[in-house]
């Protein structure tokens, strides 16, 4: 991979710098901008047309039919190979070793989040207000990465919003959404999950361990038949396994679909949003992420 499609890669995921990124939703980029989109089908149609010709010449019409077998058997496998190469994505393992190379060479990627950071409470002169405001919102992830993610592309701070995952991380920020659910009995709980078994499973765990009540509970996390509305490449998800990261898909737009579903009390799902703001016929590849 050439550094200029690399970049062109960390560009399309931050936005042009703007957000930080998770490394799977870089990979989710990665794999759809580096695979191949219709060279392989053009490669096979020249490739295809100067060995018909050449089998022409050389059989001529003494040997019509072989060469009418060979010349359909010739472009059946060019056709086939095409489409194989053109529906490869490059695999995770390989992708991981580019970035590798790349923090190697050129050290860490700005706005990357590799793992969980947001251990320690920030000093009051960058958030003064992190124990003082009345959160309006509890925001509670399947992933200890997730609540970074959100953090750091400061989303809570724009909904009033306390984020934090279902382990308990971080802890500080625990300690006042405990104090909250029990001063706000009422108080709004919205999940983020991946998909898969794990993430369907989890407002039951919610359930079981938290002090809440269902009726307090809205659902947030996505789901298999979501990434069919999301239009998430076939491919892709093969290579994520069973359960499907909420944080592959790209930020702005899981953050968009967050913020209608905070501000909208119908009580939509991500499928309607989505439906709303992109089109029932919207995907990931034709709406600006990743084309």
């Keep these: 991979m050439t550094d200029g499609k690399f970049l062109s890669v960390l560009a399309k995921v931050s936005r042009n710098g703007s957000y930080y990124f998770t490394e799977d939703e870089l990979y989710h980029v990665a794999a759809l901008r580096t695979r191949n989109k219709g060279g392989c089908i053009g490669g096979a149609i020249v490739a295809g047309g100067i060995l018909t010709i050449g089998i022409s010449i050389v059989f001529g019409e003494a040997f019509a039919t072989l060469r009418f077998i060979l010349i359909g058997i010739l472009w059946l496998g060019l056709i086939a190979a095409a489409v194989m190469m053109q529906r490869k994505i490059i695999p995770r393992k390989t992708w991981d070793g580019i970035v590798k190379t790349w923090k190697v060479k050129r050290g860490e990627i700005p706005g990357l989040i590799r793992e969980a950071g947001l251990h320690e409470a920030p000093p ?3 958030e003064p207000d992190i124990h003082d405001y009345g959160a309006a919102n509890l925001i509670v992830c399947q992933q200890d990465i ?13 909904y009033a919003a306390l984020v934090i995952s279902e382990n308990g991380y971080p ?3 625990a300690i006042k959404a405990d104090e909250l659910l029990q001063t706000n009995p009422d108080m709004k709980v919205f999940l983020l ?7 369907e499973a989890m407002q039951q765990r919610i359930l079981n361990d938290w002090p809440v009540q269902e009726s ?14 999301f239009g998430v490449n ?4 093969e290579a994520f396994g069973v359960n499907f990261p909420l944080h ?14 905070i501000t909208d009390t119908s009580g939509g799902d991500f499928t309607y949003y989505w439906a709303i703001t992109y089109g029932e016929d919207g995907d ?8």
């Design 124 to 126: 009051k002169q960058i």
């Design 146 to 158: 997730q609540v970074d993610w959100l953090v750091l592309n400061e989303f809570h701070s724009g």
């Design 171 to 173: 802890g500080y920020i």
């Design 193 to 199: 999950h991946d998909a898969g078994p794990e993430g």
């Design 216 to 229: 307090q509970i809205r659902d947030l996390g996505i789901t298999n038949a979501m990434l069919d509305t």
């Design 234 to 237: 076939e491919k892709v998800r």
């Design 248 to 261: 592959a898909i790209p930020y702005h737009q899981l953050s968009t679909l967050l913020s209608r579903s």
């Design 284 to 291: 990931l590849e034709s709406d600006g992420d990743f084309g």
